[in-house]
């Protein structure tokens, strides 16, 4: 059973920065694609960015959210089998919790969420 486990949530103040980790249970090269998603609250869940995992692929190909473009970047360490969100300039929309997911054919694997507060 695949496993995704999150990390680097918190509390941040308005312009800050936080990095979120998405850890897999195997190699992501077994994956085609890692994303982080996010729901806040009273509102749908939304895809924030996802990178290309597939082995193929140097470096992976990335795709984001037109409200986190230019503030957030994804990467990823296969040594690590790990997959990250840098978010920078954070504001108080970004308040959510944060999913990782991770493709394989038509299988899907979710972590469990991190939660993101930004406030003065």
């Known amino acids: 059973q695949v496993q995704l486990v999150e990390s680097g949530g918190g509390l941040v103040h308005p312009g800050g920065s936080l990095t979120l980790s998405c850890a897999a249970s195997e190699s992501i090269f077994r994956f085609n694609t890692m994303g982080w998603y996010r729901r806040a609250p009273g509102k749908e869940r939304e895809l924030v960015a996802k990178i290309t995992t597939n082995s193929g692929t140097t470096g992976g190909t990335t795709d984001y959210a037109d409200s986190v473009k230019g503030r957030f970047t994804i990467s990823r360490d296969g040594a690590k089998n790990t997959v990250y969100l840098q978010m920078n300039s954070l504001n108080p929309e970004d308040t959510a919790v944060y999913s990782c997911?991770?493709?394989?054919?038509?299988?899907?694997?979710w972590g469990q969420g991190t939660q993101v507060t930004v406030s003065s």
């Open positions: 997911k991770a493709d394989r054919g038509g299988l899907r694997f």
